[in-house]
């Protein structure tokens, strides 16, 4: 079963009243120090300054609060405590949210100087999006994932997977006081093992509502480029991911169209790789296939 938490953010002014909206940016970090010092450090060069950051902890003991001491005198910092679980931390976070615009920047992702200021300036001049995301790039800008689109427009619930991550998407905060908070089932950390997907879930859950959400591939969000090593390790993972896909699909009724193609992707990546004698990514992509299907038989 599905589990949401309810999210009453304090009241603030609409973002159209607002001539400099405020950012609230909810970061959700377990076991990375190095990672989000680089964040902190890109956060701190933003040119727009209208920010608060909420970072939830996950971490066992104090290894963040030097970190945190470090910026708190540069720019609003609450420091909360949580439980493992991403969606369950974010949704600590969300409690406490006063900003106009929303975003879940991971602790390894970083902005470019100008990031907020961007994105401030296409939500002032585009009233009509409700949200925005952009595009999740590597540090050369040369490698994009997982496939973005080169053109921009609209975010359906057939091309959500392939132009929205949880850290490219922005969105104001009337949408997120009415879909209220992450699916807990989902995300690394769930209990339930299906370690994706609850960034996708919670966009269609705001375009089954009615709200409208821009792509704009001119958007850069920094992340490190996954190089993958197709052993057990990654096959699992991958099995894991995918059993979230395959629930979201399910959970939201995708077409039978939908589900057969991927499905069937998964299928022909699994034997092509077989053919030409690649055994561990065959090995993935099978791991993949049965996670698309278990997750979607539930």
Known sequence: MAIYSTISAPTVTTETDCFAPKFSLVLATVG?????????KHLDAQTYREFELILV??????DLDALVHEYQDRFPIMHLRSMPGLSYARNVGLRHVSGHI???????????????????????????????????????????????PR??????????????????IFLRSALVRHVGGFDEDLGVGSRSGRLSGE???????????????????DLDIFHPYPHFRY????????????????Y??????????????YWMRALTAAALSFLTFEFGKSRYYWAVLRGRVIGWLG
């Open 199 to 217: 960034e996708t879930d919670y966009l269609i859950r705001a375009l089954e509502s009615g709200f409208r959400i821009y792509y704009r591939p």
């Open 32 to 40: 990375r120090t190095a990672e989000l010092a680089r964040f902190l």
């Open 57 to 62: 902890d996950q971490n066992p003991g104090n």
């Open 231 to 246: 052993d057990h390790t990654l096959a699992k993972r991958g099995y894991n991911y995918s059993l979230g896909f395959g």
């Open 102 to 148: 929303i975003a879940f920047p991971d602790d390894d992702c970083w902005y470019a100087c100008d990031t907020l200021e961007q994105v401030a300036e296409v939500l002032r001049t585009h009233p009509e999006y409700d949200g925005l995301s952009g595009m999740a790039v590597d540090e050369s800008r040369t490698g994009s994932f997982p496939s973005f």
């Open 248 to 261: 979201v699909i399910r959970k939201h009724r995708y077409s039978p169209l939908f589900i057969g193609y």
């Open 151 to 168: 053109n921009g427009g609209w975010v359906t619930k057939n091309n959500v997977w392939r132009c929205a991550l949880s850290i490219t």
